[in-house]
């Protein structure tokens, strides 16, 4: 028998389903099975939430920073103490392993609670003045109604670090999951409803981007917007918001680079592009996509490699053994399958994969083996496009030089990573990739407390750390004049 979830919306504290009655299916891409069902949303539904949280803003923004902190630390605890269920909820429905969708969950929390601290310890300013009497400072204050639009790739973290720092600082919100993981988003909200938040102040709305997540994106009421997702969505986001001037930032797409250079430590450069482009069947934002190797090192480091990924267990996330589980969805693996068949055609030879997996258990999930291309000719889609998927493309490079050309040779710019052990080299190449995020021997982390974002068409704006924090906030400039008459 298969678990069924009955998810219903989040608007202004009630638990209720659409007006149009009618419901949006969820499935296990490691079976194809429905496994719940949750509202489709209209616009009516979403103008419903964002009047909610309209409602809610002005008592919402009196909480002390330390009243609302209380809050989300409950929730973030409720969500910690359900991890097990919440990692399981989230396997089913976007397809990671059980452990790494419990360390989402558990991650998630940390992030609620790292926010809730941090806006306790905000400040404005106080300026000194030429003129006499003058009093000045600068002050933060919540922007208003924030809408959140959010993946399918990581629903849990996105949930934290985006609607932990509106919350924090005193925004309501209205959060748009991606319709093929809305449950886990649904169960957290529950999180922070069983911690108090008071109605309206958080309102979840499933739905269709096209629908739901363009009335986000237009509606006057709202004041900033927070996207992640593909590049192509995002710039119809950007579009949609300039009509009223919100406030938007943008997560969006990445082509990262890896560049292991002739005297890179190569066990542990081989660990981490296989961890870094494999976890989470390779639908990562800073997954490693596009791997140049100095031509010296190149034989080595792929035997390396492939003795990495040889040792992936490709099967349903439910299971222990498993630690590939499929594609999110038959879309997504329509297009690796597009981005391998062009390499190959124009001569890439496929070192591992390339296919999808044989067996009963695979056959109706949207699983596929982890796929190494080498010889990889310039101008392979692949090489230009986003692989979101479970394929790495190897180039070789003469030196480091030419591997930063072709690194930046990218419309998009979120994250890069070098390999050396040479700290000359690595200084030179900080200064040179353009990314959002440069990581030297290491790849793909993304701490809460690091500002992460892209720059180029990855989107701006920015992500975790404390920076964070202020992007959902307005700077009020305050003057007093404390002078007398006659004074
Ligand atoms: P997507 O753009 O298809 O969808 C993202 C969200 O936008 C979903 O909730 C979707 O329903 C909604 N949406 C779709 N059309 C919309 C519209 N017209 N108006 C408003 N909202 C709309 O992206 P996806 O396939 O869910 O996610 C994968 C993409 O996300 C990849 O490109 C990946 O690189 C990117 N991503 C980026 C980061 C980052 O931080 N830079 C992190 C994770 C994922």
Redesign the pocket.
């Known amino acids: 028998m298969v678990e069924m979830f009955d998810g219903k919306f989040l608007i202004d504290g009630e638990w209720s389903k659409s007006d149009s009655g009618s419901t949006i299916r969820v499935l296990n891409p490691a079976t194809g099975q429905t496994i719940g069902e949750v509202p489709n949303g209209s616009v009516e539904d979403t103008k419903r939430a964002i009047d909610a949280a309209s409602q809610a803003l002005s008592k919402w923004r009196e909480f002390t920073p330390h009243e609302r902190a209380r809050i989300l630390f409950e929730g973030a605890r409720l969500i910690k103490n359900r991890s097990n269920e919440l990692g399981r909820l989230l396997t089913m429905e976007q397809g990671k392993p059980l452990s790494e969708a419990t360390g989402e969950v558990i991650e998630a929390a940390d992030g609620i609670e790292f926010y809730a601290e941090a806006a306790t310890k905000m400040h404005g300013s106080v300026i000194s003045s030429e003129i006499e009497h003058r009093n000045l400072w600068v002050q933060k204050e919540p922007m208003g109604i924030v809408g959140i ?6 629903p849990a973290a ?1 949930f934290s670090g985006k609607a932990g720092p509106a919350l924090a600082t005193g925004n309501t919100v209205v959060l ?4 093929n993981t809305p449950l886990t988003n649904l169960e957290m909200a529950r999180a922070m409803v069983e911690a108090g938040i008071p109605k309206g102040v958080l309102n979840v709305v499933t739905g ?3 629908v739901v ?2 009335e ?2 237009k509606n006057s009421k709202i004041s900033k917007v927070t ?8 710039k ?2 950007m579009r ?1 918001a300039s009509d009223t001037l919100k406030r938007i930032s943008l ?4 082509n990262d680079p890896m560049i292991v250079c002739e005297d890179a430590d190569l066990e542990l450069a081989a660990t981490g592009a296989a961890n870094g482009r494999y976890g989470n069947c390779g ?3 800073v997954a490693p996509k596009r791997l140049y190797v100095h031509k010296s090192v190149a034989e080595k480091f792929i035997k390396l490699f492939l003795d990495r990924v040889n040792l992936i267990r490709v099967g349903n996330g439910l299971d222990p053994e498993t630690t590939m589980g499929p594609l999110n969805n038959s879309a ?1 693996r329509a297009d690796v399958e597009r981005l391998v068949r062009d390499a190959k055609d124009r001569g890439a030879e496929v070192l591992s994969g390339g296919k999808r997996p044989e067996g009963e258990s695979y056959a109706n999930g949207f699983f596929y083996e982890p796929t190494v291309l080498v010889s990889v000719p310039d101008g392979s889609l692949i090489l230009r496009e ?1 692989c ?1 998927g479970p394929a790495l493309p190897i180039v070789q490079i003469s030196d480091m030089q030419e591997g930063i050309e072709k690194a930046n040779d990218s419309i998009y710019g ?1 994250g890069a990573s070098i390999w050396t052990k040479d700290v000359t080299k690595a200084m030179d190449a900080i200064g040179q990739l353009q990314a959002g995020t440069v990581w030297v021997n290491a790849c793909s982390d993304t701490p809460i407390n690091v500002p ?3 720059i180029k068409q ?2 701006f704006g920015r ?1 975790h750390g404390t920076e964070a924090l202020e992007a959902y906030c307005e700077m009020k400039s305050v003057t007093i004049n404390s002078k007398r008459s006659g004074q």
């Open positions: 639009i959010i993946p399918w790739n990581y996105m748009k999951p991606a319709s269709p981007g096209p997540g363009n986000i994106a996207f992640t997702g593909e590049t192509e969505t995002g119809q986001v949609l997560e969006l797409g990445g639908q990562d934002c997504q986003e979101f979120l992460f974002g892209g990855s989107g992500d």
